[in-house]
């Protein structure tokens, strides 16, 4: 795994097939020129970061895997191996740590960090439910995920519909 913000990864050669190679370790990252890559952020080798698509500061993209047009991996957030984020949101500060809410969708299923925690939407809910019940805190995250959930329903649908049409011409 490379340690290198877009500006470093820019400047490495780029193969016939726009894939930047590390000069280092000979590791391949595909970077679309509007994209952004965070300082001491890590991209795993045959990683992908779309268009308009955001790694933060320190986080982390595993071997192999896509961080799609405008999503984003929040700083200090982390994607594994082979992974696709089609979509990501972003909420807070929220919760008793008043820490942000990351959370990404690869079309089945979504992924939640905030704080020490990464996990499933249910994993998340459930830790909620177990740690703030119905004080402020739970309610505020309650709500998040309501709103989560509808903008992944809304905007996971339209890719998918897109992408459907496209196969089809």
Same mark, same amino acid.
């Given at each position: 795994m *490379?340690?290198?913000? &877009?500006?470093t990864i820019r400047m490495w050669q780029q193969d016939a097939d726009g894939w930047y190679i590390c000069p280092e370790t000979g590791e391949r990252i595909k970077l679309h020129p509007t994209a952004s890559v965070g300082e001491g952020a +890590? #991209?795993?080798d045959r990683a992908r970061v779309g268009e308009g698509a955001r790694v933060g500061a320190r986080a982390s993209v595993g071997d192999g895997a896509s961080v799609g047009k405008g999503a984003s991996v929040g700083e200090g957030a982390s #994607?594994? &191996?082979k992974r696709l984020i089609l979509r990501s949101i972003q909420v807070g500060? *929220?919760?008793? +740590? @008043?820490a942000?809410?990351?959370a990404s969708t690869d079309g089945d299923s979504i992924e939640v960090s905030t704080g020490c925690f990464l996990g499933s939407l249910e994993q998340f809910q459930?830790? #909620? @439910?177990q740690t703030h019940g119905q004080n402020q805190?739970? @309610?505020?995250?309650n709500s998040a995920i309501q709103v989560i959930c509808a903008w992944f329903a809304a905007t996971v649908s339209e890719l998918k519909e897109n992408a459907n049409a496209s196969e089809k011409k």
């Amino acid at each position: 795994m *490379i340690t290198a913000d &877009a500006k470093t990864i820019r400047m490495w050669q780029q193969d016939a097939d726009g894939w930047y190679i590390c000069p280092e370790t000979g590791e391949r990252i595909k970077l679309h020129p509007t994209a952004s890559v965070g300082e001491g952020a +890590r #991209v795993g080798d045959r990683a992908r970061v779309g268009e308009g698509a955001r790694v933060g500061a320190r986080a982390s993209v595993g071997d192999g895997a896509s961080v799609g047009k405008g999503a984003s991996v929040g700083e200090g957030a982390s #994607v594994g &191996a082979k992974r696709l984020i089609l979509r990501s949101i972003q909420v807070g500060p *929220i919760g008793s +740590r @008043n820490a942000m809410l990351y959370a990404s969708t690869d079309g089945d299923s979504i992924e939640v960090s905030t704080g020490c925690f990464l996990g499933s939407l249910e994993q998340f809910q459930e830790a #909620v @439910n177990q740690t703030h019940g119905q004080n402020q805190y739970g @309610n505020a995250y309650n709500s998040a995920i309501q709103v989560i959930c509808a903008w992944f329903a809304a905007t996971v649908s339209e890719l998918k519909e897109n992408a459907n049409a496209s196969e089809k011409k």
